[in-house]
């Protein structure tokens, strides 16, 4: 599947913007930029295995396309939502349970890379990985 495979993180774009917009402190999103933040996926049809792999914490993930899961961020941050296919996107639609405000995230591979993007109350952001 497309999106198979390791990524490692080769740049952001407005991420520390999107941080501050969620809330995350200064000194956590410093560090959060430099994280060196590796990801895995292995796609079995509408099933995902997502292991994270970061300076600050692994984590596993298994979610099925259209059903709602529980995931912290990295800061620690509730979310509860799920991923659904649009063409060659993933899109998840996320709540924050503190809030209940809406955080989207797409991921998306173009050439050799994962382009993860995410927006939250009108700052957009990008993550962006190469194959590794």
């Not at 959060?32 to 596993?60: C, M, P, W, Y």
């Not at 998306?108 to 890379?113: A, H, L, R, S, Y």
């Amino acid at each position: 599947m497309t999106f198979n495979g390791s990524w490692k993180i080769d740049r952001n774009e407005n991420y520390e913007k999107f941080m501050e917009k969620m809330g995350v402190n200064m000194v956590k999103r410093k560090l959060a930029s430099h994280d060196s933040l590796k990801i895995t996926i292995e796609q079995t049809g509408d099933k995902f295995n997502v292991k994270e792999n970061s300076n600050f914490r692994n984590l596993e993930i298994d979610f099925t396309l259209g059903v709602t899961f529980e995931y912290s961020l990295a800061d620690g941050t509730e979310l509860s939502g799920s991923w659904n296919m649009e063409g060659d996107m993933l899109k998840g639609l996320f709540t924050r349970k503190d809030n209940g405000k809406l955080l989207t995230a797409t991921r998306i591979v173009q050439g050799d890379e994962l382009i993860q993007s995410y927006n939250y109350e009108g700052v957009d952001a990008k993550r962006i990985f190469k194959k590794c």
